[in-house]
């Protein structure tokens, strides 16, 4: 059986712009993108190493970035992991995260070999 995929990346991503879009595209369903817009590589992420000099400047605050990265983590895990179907109405696109209402986070979804996003 196919495990859950989630695969979220920046706009603003200079490093490694195209490989989000490939990862998600040979993933079987159900999976999940989650686009970030205006975030850089490791912007988004809680761990940086050697390489973050080459990340490129990004249009949201390193912890604005985090915060909306951490939302659609807790709703993928609760989720699939808790069995909290409620919360991947977010990761489908059909609704937002409570505190991300104001903003547009394009979200790409398919489930159980359907496709669904925004």
């Not at 490694?16 to 992420?45: I, M, N, Q």
């Not at 990340?55 to 951490?70: F, K, V």
């Amino acid at each position: 059986e196919p495990r859950p995929v989630l695969v979220v990346r920046g706009t603003a991503d200079p490093i490694s712009a195209s490989v989000p879009a490939t990862l998600y595209g040979r993933a079987r369903a159900p999976k999940h993108l989650v686009t970030l817009p205006g975030a850089s590589h490791f912007g988004y992420t809680t761990s940086l190493g050697l390489a973050e000099p080459l990340d490129g400047p990004a249009e949201l605050p390193r912890r604005e970035q985090q915060a909306i990265a951490m939302g659609y983590l807790a709703a993928f895990f609760n989720g699939y992991l808790r069995d909290a179907r409620w919360c991947l109405g977010a990761l489908s696109g059909k609704e937002a995260l409570e505190g991300l209402e104001a903003r547009e986070i394009p979200v790409s979804a398919e489930t159980a070999g359907r496709g669904a996003g925004l």
